[in-house]
């Protein structure tokens, strides 16, 4: 019996390529490599990319004896097979813009494969230097949090690869610094200095500024606490007629609270203790 191809028993392709593709903001390199690897790991990748094979040391040796002269049918049909379920593939993990755009009859995989590379690095040179000009010119300020600007940098990053422009990690650690504003220049020449920046990866400098993120706003949050408290009211003493604060008075029969009323002495309804025996 023969052994069923691997790529038949994925059911849900979102589960391997999470990534939707989208003509404006689609990481296209991120999801081509996602796809590739899929696609190796279920033993398809000459679908999309029939020149891919494997290096000499692994390929088997094959020789003019084992080669099939003509492909029995059966082969040929589970070729037609597979190459559905890797168009089937691409179409789900774009964009329905996308699939509108690409989509032909009677297409392969490799066809469809070879269309979103072209549309994404056409006009590569006018498209580079326009995400040259965006890449450049991001800033922290512009952005709710570290993370959002973070992903922004990442993200043009990954535009400027799909054409041809691509950004090293050097580069990339340095525009993170570069947009920053000044109440993370301290970690910004942190960064610079501590590590070698060809060492230094993105993921690192990312980590330590939403970490220095977190520090600063609990810091801030604790000073807003200690000046709440600082700004409370404190109870005000009773005033005089003049307005001056009343202190606790001295009398023949002790201090007097100014907080009470005065005790008026004997009479009807004076407090016995305060009347003379």
Same mark, same amino acid.
């Given at each position: #019996?023969?052994? $069923?191809?691997?790529?038949?028993?994925?059911?849900?392709?979102?589960?391997?390529?999470?990534?939707?593709?989208?003509?404006? %903001?689609?990481?296209?390199?991120?999801?081509?490599?996602?796809?590739?690897?899929?696609?190796?790991?279920? &033993?398809?990748?000459?679908?999309?990319?029939?020149?891919?094979?494997?290096?000499?040391?692994e390929? /088997?040796?094959?020789?003019?004896?084992?080669?099939?002269?003509? /492909? /029995?049918?059966?082969?040929?049909?589970?070729?037609?097979?597979?190459? @559905?379920?890797?168009?089937?593939?691409?179409?789900g993990t774009i964009?329905?813009d996308?699939? =509108?755009?690409?989509?032909?009859? =009677?297409?392969?995989? &490799?066809d469809?494969?070879?269309?979103?590379?072209?549309?994404?690095?056409d006009?590569?040179?006018?498209?580079?230097?326009?995400?040259?000009?965006?890449?450049s =010119?991001?800033?922290?300020?512009?952005?709710?949090? #570290?993370?959002?600007?973070?992903? &922004?940098?990442?993200?043009?990053?990954?535009?400027?690869?799909?054409?041809? @422009?691509?950004?090293?990690?050097?580069? $990339?650690?340095?525009?993170?610094?570069? +947009?920053?504003?000044?109440?993370?220049?301290?970690? +910004?020449?942190l960064?610079?200095? %501590?590590?070698?920046?060809?060492?230094?990866?993105?993921?690192? @400098?990312?980590?330590?500024?939403?970490?220095?993120?977190?520090?600063?706003?609990h810091?801030?949050?604790? %000073?807003?606490?200690?000046?709440?408290?600082v700004? @409370?009211p404190?109870?005000?003493? /009773?005033?005089?007629?003049?307005?001056?604060?009343?202190?606790?008075?001295?009398?023949?029969?002790?201090f007097?609270?100014?907080?009470?009323?005065?005790?008026?002495?004997? +009479?009807?309804?004076?407090?016995?203790?305060?009347?003379?025996?």
């Amino acid at each position: #019996m023969d052994r $069923l191809h691997l790529a038949i028993t994925v059911t849900n392709i979102k589960n391997f390529i999470p990534i939707t593709l989208e003509q404006e %903001t689609g990481p296209y390199t991120s999801w081509a490599e996602l796809f590739k690897i899929h696609c190796c790991a279920y &033993e398809v990748l000459d679908h999309i990319l029939p020149g891919e094979v494997p290096a000499a040391s692994e390929a /088997p040796v094959v020789t003019d004896k084992d080669k099939p002269k003509d /492909p /029995p049918a059966t082969s040929k049909e589970l070729w037609k097979r597979l190459d @559905a379920i890797v168009l089937q593939w691409i179409y789900g993990t774009i964009s329905t813009d996308l699939l =509108n755009t690409i989509i032909k009859p =009677n297409v392969t995989a &490799e066809d469809a494969w070879t269309s979103l590379s072209n549309l994404f690095r056409d006009n590569r040179a006018t498209r580079a230097i326009c995400l040259q000009n965006q890449f450049s =010119n991001t800033k922290l300020s512009s952005f709710s949090n #570290m993370a959002a600007y973070c992903k &922004e940098i990442k993200i043009l990053s990954d535009k400027l690869s799909n054409v041809d @422009a691509l950004v090293t990690e050097q580069q $990339l650690v340095l525009q993170l610094i570069a +947009g920053l504003n000044d109440q993370y220049e301290g970690v +910004g020449l942190l960064i610079q200095q %501590t590590t070698p920046l060809p060492d230094f990866s993105f993921s690192e @400098a990312r980590s330590r500024l939403i970490l220095e993120e977190s520090r600063k706003a609990h810091q801030t949050s604790g %000073t807003a606490l200690l000046s709440t408290a600082v700004a @409370a009211p404190s109870t005000q003493l /009773p005033t005089d007629a003049s307005g001056s604060p009343q202190a606790f008075q001295t009398t023949s029969r002790g201090f007097q609270d100014p907080y009470q009323p005065h005790r008026q002495q004997g +009479g009807r309804g004076s407090d016995p203790s305060w009347q003379h025996g």
